[in-house]
C-alpha cells in the first residue's frame, strides 16, 4: 500500500494504522478518514488529532470512542500521530503497551520511516559490497519517489 503522503513518516503512520484492524477499524467508525475528492483522483485522509482527541476522551460510558479502543491500539495511534506531527510524545511512554503483532508493525513504520523502504535495516541500501557509495534499492526507491513529487 502507498500512501499519498509526500514524506515518508506519513506513509509510514498511514501504512500502520492500515496494518492493526481494530484500529482502521475504530477510524472509520468514529469518522476519523475522511474521502477527499479532487479533480485527478480521490484519496482518504486520517485525522489523527482528531483520533487523538477521542481516544484520550475521560468518559465513562462503555461505547464512548476511547473505551472501544484497546491499550496496545491506543499505543500504535500514537506512535502513527508522533510520525506525521499531530503528537509530540516520547515512543517510551507507550511501547510496555504495545503487543507482540502491534509492536512488529510499529518496528516496521519506524524503519520504513527512516527511508528503509522495504523495512529491513541495510546500511548499503541493498546493494552488495562492491558499490561503496551505498546506493541500492531502498534509497534508490526513495530518491524516484521524492522525484515524482
Not at 6 to 29: K, Y
Not at 57 to 65: G, H, I, M, N, P
Amino acid at each position: 500500500m502507498r500512501s499519498a503522503s509526500p514524506s515518508c513518516e506519513g506513509e509510514a503512520a498511514v501504512r500502520l494504522v492500515f496494518q492493526v484492524e481494530a484500529l482502521w477499524d475504530w477510524l472509520l467508525r468514529w469518522k476519523c478518514i475522511k474521502h477527499m475528492p479532487t479533480t485527478r483522483y480521490d484519496y482518504l485522509q486520517v485525522e489523527f488529532a482528531k483520533a487523538l482527541e477521542l481516544a484520550r476522551a475521560v468518559d465513562t460510558d462503555s461505547r464512548s470512542a476511547s473505551a472501544e479502543l484497546g491499550r496496545s491500539a491506543k499505543a500504535v495511534l500514537t506512535v502513527a500521530a508522533n510520525l506525521v506531527g499531530a503528537e509530540d510524545s516520547s515512543l517510551r511512554n507507550v511501547l510496555h503497551y504495545l503487543d507482540e503483532a502491534d509492536m512488529r508493525h510499529v518496528a516496521e513504520a519506524m524503519m520504513f520511516s527512516a527511508g528503509f523502504v522495504d523495512g529491513t535495516v541495510d546500511l548499503r541500501g541493498g546493494e552488495g559490497e562492491g558499490d561503496p557509495r551505498g546506493f541500492g534499492p531502498n534509497s534508490r526507491e526513495q530518491q524516484e519517489r521524492w522525484e515524482e513529487i
